[in-house]
């Protein structure tokens, strides 16, 4: 039997404020265990919360760019379970009334664009972290993450495929990027995803049963978690299973998932309002104001580069896939004529070479200006394409002004005329041969001809004047 | 007269005028500690050198003219559920019997820079639940007016110990009438203030949507100056409103003439001991020759106030109380098999009886599927009691009744009756459903010589109009100068 996949996504992101949502702390990953923390976020008694006006503003950013509509009027509740890296034994996050509601993100996929909705984004406080292991009488905990703000944003149940899942990650990764409320690294733990997914016959109206998979911090566990979950509900079906709600934990270095517990364990979160918060209210004015200040997001900006600057759809969606290599080619476009040619280099030679030494677009080791420059080298004829290639990789490995490269290492075009008549008379004595061949009539010679000057002139003669001095001096032969 | 007896504007004017020092009235207060507490049992921990080192530097500053505080020199106390950096915060529980707060209670700091001096933290019942100090982990607080008799609670130390000389004025919570019913208890004043005027951070937290700090003193004079000292805006705490106090000590005049007060008749009906109904009846008619229109009204619902205070505040109180698990401070069990039994032997171990029944209370009324029957139905009813109150205040300045149905009553009477004790707040609770104000004075003794407590209730941040009609009041009765004989 064939069947459809229905995935639905929860995705956690650490929002970018400099301080923690409920105290002054410092958000900053890394750190000293337990240096990043106060009486108020290790939950001590008497302590109360004061919510980080910087948190409201980002979530409604991330509503607003996600086509949300923003709740004028929302609250916090209080989710209630015990464990330790918990310091107050509950969560505070929103329940009814979440800040942001009914917003969608588009994503395309074999060329098919595809709408995705989101149901809810809500502010929440991210836990502590657990140290196990290490010491055998028990576990310790690093309340440094306890109450760094985050958005959970619930997407619909729309997502049909561990492909569709991945460019919706990509996109709203992109988004929360380009809206700079969020740097989404998956690494640190600042973007995390929950999977909720079940199978059912294809055709069929009614959803299967789901399971909910958590714990999945990169897009390859992600893409993996899908293939396997998909994988063993059907071999459940299909061998005259059933498949039980529960929550599965996925392991990434075995490739499985655990069941974790059943709908019939699971919490009971007890949510009711935070009585030591007030409702957020937001004006109308203030949440237009923050609309009008979003800036260009990544579909509109794809859509600019085709347009604008006649690059292929394909190209311009690599190119602002990511903020850092948008904002590259941004600021390389800026300065130079010639977009295209920065895309190339862009999509050829830079990204090889990010992808050889294993790098992310935010560690470009040079400017745009640079490859602007470098570009335009090329486009005057200071250098020919064939060195530009080399100057871009010693660009790249030393971080140098390619004009400065240039110089320092001679690789301006020789387009001296003497110089190159001696070097076209010695290729014309050294190859009788090809000469003879010329002469009968074959013009395949002379491109060997040109090839052999341009070998001893190491590259940096113009070819135009190379074919110009050689078509003279094999006339007068 | 000594002066432990004295009141906090009496002494005030005896250090400004350095007819005495803040170091003489400290050792005076703390000798009167030493003779008395043992049979009062009001402090949990008396900080005898930090006091005296205090009251050194506070008369320094009194020398040098440093300080306009009127409060400057006093020697005071907290209830043991405030935080003082440094001094133990226990509240009378054995979960926090090691507690040292690296912090102070916003209450501490401010009284801290009015140049006050703290002698100690107050018994109280556990977490602030119960009305009768017997739920106190360390030890019962008598009543001073009768050994054998409870001061009430949960402030019962905060009362006992103004009742006794034990401190010149104190700091306790209300709850649901933690302050107020002790006070009536003691024959001290004492008033709970509008939920938002004085900060609750620092302020160990009971019911969050309840708790209000306020102060009882020796009279209202005193209440209003300890009132000036406490209330005001605080950006830690969010639920603290942002709006001008005024000068509390302009509110003290002697005239209630044309004031319209309601007596609601659910107060003074069924349930109420009838030597307390007549010292009530008695105060309004004092109230009305002076000039006031009184008149009784009905106050809707008021049967319901008792069952939405309690699944309300032990809802809160559920939430609020899981982080004593033993993990990070605190009790912690000494022995446990892993981390589920660590949660279960801490909590089994560190909380007494009336806080497992009022977690297991709280947790029970928010579980799915009984939320809406029970949590959500409080919180219905809380709307209800604020319109009433709002009701009756469109018509009255201010409403006056009793504090409790009876005076105190004797160690162990109803310890085995949780229900009979929870009934005991049903004049209280209201006031902070609604987040009023509710101030009470001494207005009589009944037949076995204890004090009763006339209460006042307020609109929201009118504590002025409660402290104009407590100090007529006072200024043309006497029952302010019965005292316990201790």
Known sequence: ?477 | MELHELTAHELGELLKNKKVSAVELTKTVLDRIEKVDSKVGSYITVCEDEALKRAKDVQEKIDKGETKSPLAGIPMALKDNMCTEGIKTTCASKMLNNFVPPYNATVAKKLYDQDTILLGKLNMDEFAMGGSNENSYFKQTKNPWDLERVPGGSSGGSAAAVASNEAIFTLGSDTGGSIRQPASFCGVVGIKPTYGAVSRFGLVAFASSLDQIGPLTKDVTDCALVLNAITGHDPMDSTSINIEYPDYTKALVNDVKGMKIGIPKEYIGEGINPEVKKSILDAIEVLRKLGAECEEFSLPITEYAIPAYYLIACAEASSNLARYDGVKYGYRAEKYTDLLDLYKQTRSEGFGDEVKRRIMLGTYALSSGYYDAYYKKALQVRTLISKGFNEAFSKYDLIVGPTAPTTAFKIGEKANDPLEMYLGDIYTVSVNIAGLPGLVVPCGLDSSNLPVGLQLIGKHFDESTLLRVGYTFEQNTEFHKNKAKI
Not at chain 1, 11 to 40: A, Q, R
Not at chain 1, 361 to 381: T, W
Request: proline share 4%.
């Open chain 1, 1 to 477: 039997m064939e069947y459809e996949i229905v995935i639905g996504l929860e995705v956690h992101s650490e929002l970018s404020t400099k301080s923690k949502i409920y105290c002054t702390c410092t958000t900053e990953f890394g750190g000293e265990v337990n240096t990043h923390c106060c009486p108020i976020c290790t939950g001590m008694p008497g302590v109360l919360p004061v919510l980080n006006e910087k948190v409201v503003e980002y979530a409604v950013k991330a509503g607003l760019a996600t086509n949300c509509t923003i709740a004028e009027y929302s609250k916090q509740d209080r989710k209630n379970y015990f464990y330790p890296d918990l310091p107050k034994a509950y969560q505070t996050s929103q329940y009814d009334l979440p800040i942001c509601k009914n917003g969608y993100i588009d994503i395309e996929v074999n060329g098919e664009t595809k709408r995705i909705g989101l149901t809810r984004i809500h502010i929440e406080e991210d836990a502590g972290k657990l140290m196990h292991d290490e010491w055998d009488t028990g576990s310790l905990v690093d309340y440094n993450r306890c109450g760094v703000p985050l958005i959970e944003i619930v997407s619909e149940p729309d997502i049909r495929s561990a492909e569709e899942a991945k460019v919706f990650l990509e996109n709203l990764k992109a988004i929360l990027q380009y809206i700079d409320v969020s740097d989404c690294k998956m690494q640190e733990g600042s973007l995390r995803a929950d999977v909720n997914l079940s199978v059912r016959p294809k055709g069929q109206k009614e959803f299967g049963t789901r399971t909910e998979m958590k714990n999945l911090n990169s897009f390859r566990g992600i893409i993996r978690a899908i293939e396997a979950e998909t994988k063993r509900q059907i071999d459940e079906i299909e061998s005259g299973g059933v498949i039980v709600q529960e929550t599965r934990r996925w392991d990434d270095n075995k490739g499985i998932s655990y069941a974790m517990r059943s709908k019939e364990e699971a919490h009971d979160y007890r949510y009711f309002p935070e009585p030591d918060l007030v409702p957020i209210v937001l004006d109308k004015e203030w949440i237009e104001k923050i609309r009008e200040s979003l800036p260009e997001l990544p579909e509109a900006r794809k859509k600019r580069y085709v347009s604008e600057y006649g690059l292929p759809e394909y190209d311009a969606g690599i190119l602002t896939s990511s903020k850092a290599l948008s904002d590259f080619f941004e600021d390389a476009v800026s300065k130079s004529s010639n977009a295209k040619a920065v895309s190339n280099w862009i999509m050829g030679d830079l990204m090889r070479l990010l992808k050889e030494k294993n790098m992310e677009a935010e560690e470009i080791p040079f400017s745009g200006e640079y490859l602007a420059k470098m570009v335009a080298l090329i486009d005057k004829g200071t250098i020919s394409g064939a060195i530009a290639k080399k100057v871009f990789d010693k660009m790249f490995n030393t971080g140098k002004d390619p004009e400065v490269i240039v110089k320092e290492e001679g690789l301006e075009v020789v387009s001296d005329e003497g110089a190159l008549v001696a070097v076209v008379t010695k290729i014309l004595e050294n190859n009788p041969q090809s000469v003879a061949d010329y002469k009968s009539g074959k013009e395949k010679a002379f491109g060997f001809l040109v090839g052999q000057a341009m070998k001893e002139t190491k590259g940096k003669a113009s070819p135009q004047i190379i074919n110009k001095i050689l078509k003279e001096e094999l006339d007068k032969m």
